[in-house]
């Protein structure tokens, strides 16, 4: 079938995408890559589509099909959006996707060579032709400026060959193969898919689920998104996948996505229900009991499935407090080492079955992170972790929250009903990094959990960058205990830079004693109740660590982020745990990491290091992360590798 009749039929809706596909994710480079192929008249491959019904026929986007049959495209998405996107001068009905990668593509008559748009190289460069319009103006006003130019009409002959090439790409015919039959369900399809697609995006176990459940509420992707950006706009980033997780502990008792096979259409709208309020629930009463209020120190997300399914068991209603302070309890301790940190699935199959009979279950997932560790003591050595991606910084933060700590300059509790969830807190080293740099001390050293503190803002910018020996006597003085509220070593010797080191020794020392000691209270119901409750879903997120935009590095991470953002590329994930999949144990923490590409399912996974030790690229390296450590060298790959820009246009 010739190019342009395929795309014809995208337009009249006699072909469509099929629910389960994912959107558009091609780059610059693979546009080019196209062009250039059927420019030459290379072959580009078969296009594989699914004859179903246009009745039953679930699709992506709002997009009126023609009736009878439709053709679903199962394999050649990305040639046919580029190709519709090139010649029709927009997006396709069904476009989910950076429609920059498509936008400007020109060609060179000379070098025949096509490129995207550089303003500094092809502005009023009869040379440079834009794709698009002559797709749709044809030839002739082309033809008209170059017999007008005296440097361009002897070559008139060779460049209107040319253009004719690129204007006759719509007629080349592609092969299509056709998945006919009744036996051909979702499962099938997605399978043949996958196998056919083994070099592109490969659709995961969770896509599947939601193209079954899709299939038969096309809705479904919708409402779970309305639900995703409720939580974000209260700071709390989850996936899709993450909550079809939820959705199905919640549903069936089950961690693998299989279970969804045999739930209906109305089972799986209440599950949706059910896990939304558990969450909702559960959010409140972590942000309420643990001051654990936005995703940078929620610490273990992944816990949440069972607690859903957990709450749902008891009924959707407020557990007494020995029930509900031993949940955050185990909630505690899967974070703080790492319960869910690889092979969550199993994992968590593991666990719900655990619970499948609710009396006793805490005890049973208690025990069983017992039997792992052995001991759920919190050794002064266990904080030997460094910035704030180690999984003790949300313990860190909790116990500033919840445990009565003082700012230093306003006397004030920092503790998570009187501050609120709009207040936020901002990090704060105790030892300030300049002063530790200038005495040798490394990055790791300078950004130890036992150097990290919290205070208000006014605080943090009052003591600025002075040293601990110059400025925690005067608070000391001017609020007694306030200091000591922060677990800090009072001995005026550990204050000196040339003592750090025994410095964070002792405070680890204080903190685990601490940590001990309000987890034991925690388990036994002893903690008291918040003078007022925090509202976990307030419409104004807190803003993560408090003072990320007031250092240099924390800024330069999260202004790269929102570039890459920007660029119609995934966002990166701050401080990403790099934990052994075996074991669980962390491996390193990554400034900024992309664990599935920059495009997810095409590209490697890539980081970006800054200042980091040795140990932390070789684990990087040996993960199979491409890293950089400087991002203008970043930034070089992505334009070049990813978005197929040339220098000229970086």
């Not at 306003?410 to 300049?434: A, M």
Request: proline letters at 5%.
């Amino acid at each position: 079938m010739k190019v342009h009749t395929i795309l014809d039929q995208i337009e009249s809706g006699a072909m469509a995408l099929p629910e389960f596909q994912r959107g558009y994710v091609w780059n610059r480079e693979q546009v080019r890559g196209l062009m250039h192929s059927l420019y030459r008249k290379y072959p580009v491959g078969s296009l594989l589509v699914w004859v179903t019904t246009a009745d039953t026929a679930k699709t992506r986007g709002d997009i009126e099909l023609a009736p009878g049959t439709v053709d679903l495209l199962v394999d050649g998405q990305q040639r046919m959006t580029t190709l519709y996107g090139l010649i029709r001068g927009k997006s396709p009905e069904f476009f989910d996707g950076n429609a920059q990668a498509f936008s400007g593509l020109h060609f060179h008559l000379d070098d025949e060579v096509f490129e995207f748009y550089a303003a500094a190289k092809m502005k009023d460069n009869p040379m440079w032709v834009s794709v698009t319009k002559l797709m749709q103006q044809g030839i002739a006003p082309f033809t008209i400026e170059l017999l007008n130019n005296p440097e361009t009409k002897d070559s008139l002959e060779s460049y209107i060959d040319r253009l004719s090439a690129i204007t006759n790409i719509g007629d080349i015919e592609l092969h299509i193969e056709k998945v006919t039959g009744a036996d051909k369900t979702v499962d099938v399809v997605v399978d043949i898919f996958n196998r056919v697609n083994s070099g592109g995006t490969k659709l995961s176990k969770g896509d599947l689920a939601l193209a079954r459940v899709c299939a038969s509420w096309p809705q479904a992707r919708g409402e779970m998104k309305k639900r995703l950006a409720k939580w974000h706009s209260a700071g709390y980033d989850f996936r899709l996948e993450w909550l079809m997780r939820n959705i199905n502990a919640v549903s069936t008792g089950r961690a693998d996505f299989v279970a969804l096979k045999d739930v209906t259409t109305e089972q799986f709208s209440k599950g949706l229900n059910d896990a939304e309020k558990a969450i909702d629930s559960i959010l409140t009463l972590i942000a309420s009991r643990l001051g654990l209020d936005h995703s940078a120190v929620l610490g273990g997300s992944a816990a949440l499935p069972l607690m859903s399914r957990y709450w749902m068991q008891r009924g959707a209603k407020a557990l007494d407090y020995a029930e509900r302070d031993k949940l955050l309890y185990w909630y505690v301790h899967t974070f703080l080492w790492g319960r869910y940190a690889s092979a969550t699935e199993s994992v968590l199959q593991e666990d719900l079955t655990l619970i499948e009979k609710p009396d006793g279950g805490l005890d049973r997932l208690i025990e069983q992170l017992r039997k792992r560790r052995a001991d759920l003591r919190v050794a002064p050595e266990d904080l030997l972790g460094w910035s704030r991606g180690a999984r003790f910084y949300p313990l860190l933060y909790m116990l500033t929250r919840v445990h009565g700590a003082t700012d230093w300059g306003s006397g004030v509790t920092l503790s998570n009903h009187l501050l609120g969830k709009t207040s936020g807190l901002q990090l704060h080293h105790v030892f300030p990094k300049s002063l530790l740099y200038k005495h040798d001390y490394t990055r790791a050293q300078a950004n130890a959990l036992a150097n990290f503190t919290f205070l208000t803002q006014t605080t943090n910018l009052e003591i600025s960058d002075k040293p601990p020996a110059e400025y925690l006597p005067g608070y000391i003085e001017k609020h007694p205990g306030a200091v000591e509220s922060h677990w800090l070593p009072t001995d005026p010797e550990l204050w000196k830079v040339e003592n750090y080191e025994a410095f964070l020794e002792e405070r680890r020392t204080l903190l685990a004693a601490a940590a001990n000691g309000f987890l034991d209270n925690l388990f036994s119901g002893r903690i008291p109740e918040p003078e007022t409750p925090v509202d976990a879903l307030a419409a104004k997120a807190a803003v993560p660590f408090g003072g990320v935009a007031s250092e240099d590095e924390e800024n330069l991470l999260v202004d790269f982020n929102v570039w890459v953002i920007d660029q119609g590329l995934a966002e990166g994930e701050f401080t990403f745990e790099l934990a052994d999949e075996a074991s669980g144990e962390p491996l390193a923490v990554l400034d900024l990491a992309w664990p599935e590409g920059l495009q997810p399912g095409l590209s490697k996974p890539v980081a970006l290091l800054i200042d980091e030790p040795p140990e932390t690229l070789e684990a990087a390296n040996a993960a199979g992360y491409t890293y950089f450590t400087d991002p203008a060298d970043f930034k070089v790959y992505v334009n070049a590798d990813v978005l197929g820009l040339e220098p000229e246009a970086n």
